[in-house]
């Protein structure tokens, strides 16, 4: 495609649920990237895989998070029992070189009642 | 923690001015890039400095990057009202893997 894809762009659910983001990168970026931003906060790094390793998973908050990426491009961040701190914009983005020039898709606003 | 700081949290500014943003981080880094970001949601790049360079422009966009007080400033001229955004830095440090964003400066340009 054009550009990182998120789905989907709103999710609401209940506490205790589980919800599954997906991202698909940019075709041919090997480096995918995973942030959370609160409201009117910075980004906080939470995962980023090259191809389909993930050498650090160290800024996933619980683990009740986890992601994996399939086949060198799309991506799933998967939140287990959701709590309401949780609620946040889901950000990822992709890069053709590690760390370098990130393309960002427009998020996944998730709301935890 | 946050790596890069930036400052100050909030400009506003008239249509014209220039606009100032500094960032500060604490650890060496191999680049320092600027991103944008509008109305909450995905992040746009803007320049990449690296850390054997001192200045990089493009277009209206100046970025200075000093490694001795481990800090850089981005620089708009002639800002416009559609300038008004979220500007966050963000750096990559050469003991980490991770690239580490900033609080941001949010920038309003008025008309």
């Known amino acids: 495609g054009a550009g990182v894809s998120q789905s989907p762009s709103n999710k609401v659910t209940e506490k205790g649920k589980d919800v599954e983001l997906r991202c698909d990168p940019i075709s041919g970026h090997t480096a995918l990237y995973w942030y959370r931003q609160s409201l009117g906060q910075g980004l906080e790094f939470l995962i980023y895989f090259q191809g389909n390793s993930a050498p650090d998973k160290s800024g996933l908050p619980s683990d009740r998070f986890s992601a994996e990426r399939t086949g060198g491009s799309v991506s799933t961040l998967t939140i287990q029992r959701t709590q309401q701190e949780d609620s946040a914009v889901y950000l990822c983005?992709?890069?053709?070189?590690?760390?370098?020039?990130?393309?960002f898709g427009s998020g996944t606003q998730l709301s935890v009642l | 923690s946050q790596q890069g700081e930036e400052d100050p949290q909030a400009l506003s500014i008239q249509e014209g001015e220039n606009a100032t943003m500094n960032c500060s981080y604490k650890t060496s880094i191999n680049n320092l890039q600027w991103y944008r970001q509008n109305s909450g949601r995905g992040l746009v790049h803007l320049i990449l400095?690296?850390?054997?360079?001192r200045e990089k422009h493009s277009g209206r966009l100046r970025v200075t990057l000093d490694t001795s007080k481990k800090s850089s400033s981005l620089l708009i001229t002639a800002s416009r009202a559609a300038d008004t955004a979220s500007y966050f830095c963000a750096t990559e440090e050469t003991s980490g893997s991770r690239l580490t964003f900033g609080e941001g400066t949010q920038l309003t340009v008025n008309p």
């Open positions: 400095i690296r850390s054997n360079e």
């Open positions: 983005a992709s890069s053709l070189v590690f760390n370098e020039k990130l393309f």
